[in-house]
């Protein structure tokens, strides 16, 4: 079985930009899960989406969104990009997100913002 | 704010000792627990996951639980030089809401 993939591994954006990051999850797997890791603030929680539904979200601003598709993948989408939000953004696929289920981590999209 | 606490190290360990990780949550409501390992410039991978008061053993590794003091601890014996990574306690608050601790990098000294 495929693992989770994102897309693109690497970006460099600019102040005021807005991103898009893609996460495809292991294939059956319902459940999708954003993070963001910094050196400082380690891996924080960002959304959860579930069959397309945001089912729990983290302390983040209302600049970063995210979406998932009929057939799974997601997408995280941020705006007005600050200096601050250069970190490594990680998706985590499992089977229904139930909590007591093995997260699988993609490999990440590392984010530096000029 | 539910929070994971960890210390962050580094911890040093000769090869072929037992490493001890810890880790204290605070959210009482907690009901998964996990303990990932990160290499550097890697993504995290599941290492260890506790649901109930106890021990559980997996080849060198033991997760200990211990909910009325909020604690969990991870265990390695016989640390070899390929574990040295950073360890992350990760506490499931439902529905894969997770929060995960700062981690604790971890040395193995050959």
């Known amino acids: 079985k495929a693992g989770v993939t994102q897309t693109p591994r690497y970006l460099i954006k600019t102040r005021g930009q807005q991103v898009t990051l893609s996460c495809s999850p292991i294939s059956g797997h319902r459940s999708v899960s954003w993070y963001q890791q910094t050196p400082g603030q380690g891996l924080q929680f960002l959304f959860e989406?579930?069959?397309?539904?945001?089912?729990n979200k983290g302390n983040f601003p209302g600049r970063f969104s995210g979406r998932q598709f009929s057939n799974s993948r997601s997408e995280m989408n941020v705006s007005t990009l600050e200096l601050g939000d250069s970190a490594l953004y990680l998706c985590a696929s499992s089977s229904y997100g139930t909590g007591k289920e093995t997260q699988y981590f993609g490999p990440g999209t590392r984010l530096l913002v000029l | 704010q539910k929070e994971v606490e960890q210390n962050s190290g580094p911890l040093s360990v000769p090869e072929g000792a037992i490493a001890s990780l810890n880790c204290t949550y605070s959210?009482?409501?907690?009901?998964?627990f996990f303990w990932y390992r990160q290499y550097s410039g890697k993504s995290p991978e599941l290492i260890m996951s506790i649901y109930s008061n106890g021990d559980k053993e997996d080849g060198r590794f033991t997760a200990q639980l211990n909910k009325a003091s909020q604690y969990v601890s991870l265990l390695i014996r016989d640390s070899q030089p390929s574990d040295s990574a950073t360890y992350l306690c990760?506490?499931?608050?439902?529905?894969?809401?997770?929060?995960f601790g700062i981690g604790t990098k971890l040395q193995v000294i050959p």
């Open positions: 959210d009482r409501g907690s009901q998964s």
């Open positions: 989406y579930f069959s397309e539904t945001q089912r």
């Open positions: 990760a506490v499931n608050g439902g529905y894969q809401k997770v929060t």
